[in-house]
């Protein structure tokens, strides 16, 4: 399991459960813990801590829903943004990575 209520962030009083999207996206990450950024995510009623190594920044875009016949594993992903630039990336399903990570969660 990915997620495990045995990794916990204390954050203004309260406790979350910690998701590293590096182990769910299986990439190693070079930059340690304490430099990574948290991220809150209010989802099923109950908060989790998202920590990421970078954030992007805040941008426009344009979100294309995927073609799931044409993408074999895309229960991480809930669509793809095109950017003013033309570039792509993907748009994470916060719901079903949560889902993965506490597959107790339903």
Not at 33 to 49: E, G
Not at 72 to 91: E, R, Y
């Amino acid at each position: 399991m990915i997620g495990s209520d045995d990794e916990l962030i204390a954050y203004k009083g309260s406790t979350y459960p910690v998701i590293r999207l590096n182990k769910i996206m299986c990439a190693e990450s070079a930059i340690e813990d304490s430099r990574k950024f948290a991220i809150i995510i209010n989802s099923r009623r109950k908060r989790y801590c998202f920590l990421a190594d970078n954030i992007a920044g805040i941008h426009k875009f344009v979100i294309k829903k995927l073609d799931l016949d044409a993408i074999a594993d895309t229960a991480m992903f809930a669509g793809a943004a095109i950017s003013g630039d033309g570039s792509l990336g993907l748009v994470l399903d916060i719901d079903n990575i949560i889902s993965m990570c506490y597959s107790s969660i339903t």
